[in-house]
């Protein structure tokens, strides 16, 4: 999936959680778009990748792409991080929820992920895609209007 997938993926999920959660919307919002491009510090060209390529480039070095910053390995030691440093949970929690929506999505593709990292074992969801078709546009367009649905009841003040 592309970043802005990621992105509205992080947005619709976190405003979704929002709606079951005693977190502050914003909050979680903020951490849902940060966690929704996490994952991908693996790779040199995403969003987060060109912001810290120093970073980007070790991990990639190290993994490869799709591996270990998309395992559920990665997902319980950042948790771990947050839970060490005293992370605002309203925030900590809002970039899981992120950073599980872009695993779901890139589970979307024909790719799949490493969830199980160390093993070698691809997981992908029975309904793929490739990045970048039409099907992904689709996606992004019903997670817009998930985003809409969810945050049009938090942020509306009647």
């Given amino acids: 999936m592309t970043g802005k997938t990621h992105i509205t993926g992080g ?12 977190y502050e919307p914003a909050i979680l919002l ?9 994952p ?5 060209s995403s969003t987060i990748g060109r912001a810290l390529p120093f970073l980007s480039k070790i991990i990639s070095a190290l993994f490869g792409h799709r591996t270990f910053t998309h395992s559920l390995v990665f997902l319980f030691l950042t948790m771990a991080l947050f839970e060490a440093v005293g992370l605002n949970e309203a925030l900590a929690t809002g970039i899981i929820v992120g950073m599980v929506s872009h695993l779901l999505l890139d589970m979307a593709t024909k790719r799949g992920i490493k969830l199980l990292f160390p093993l070698r074992m691809t997981v992908r969801l029975p309904l793929t895609t490739s990045t970048g078709s039409f099907t992904e546009y689709v996606v992004f367009a019903a997670l817009s209007l998930l985003s809409v649905y969810f945050g049009y009841s938090l942020f509306t003040f009647s």
């Fill in 30 to 38: 903020i951490g849902g778009v940060a966690g929704a491009l996490i």
């Fill in 11 to 22: 947005i619709a999920a976190s405003l979704a959680f929002a709606q079951i959660s005693p």
């Fill in 40 to 44: 991908d510090i693996c790779h040199g």
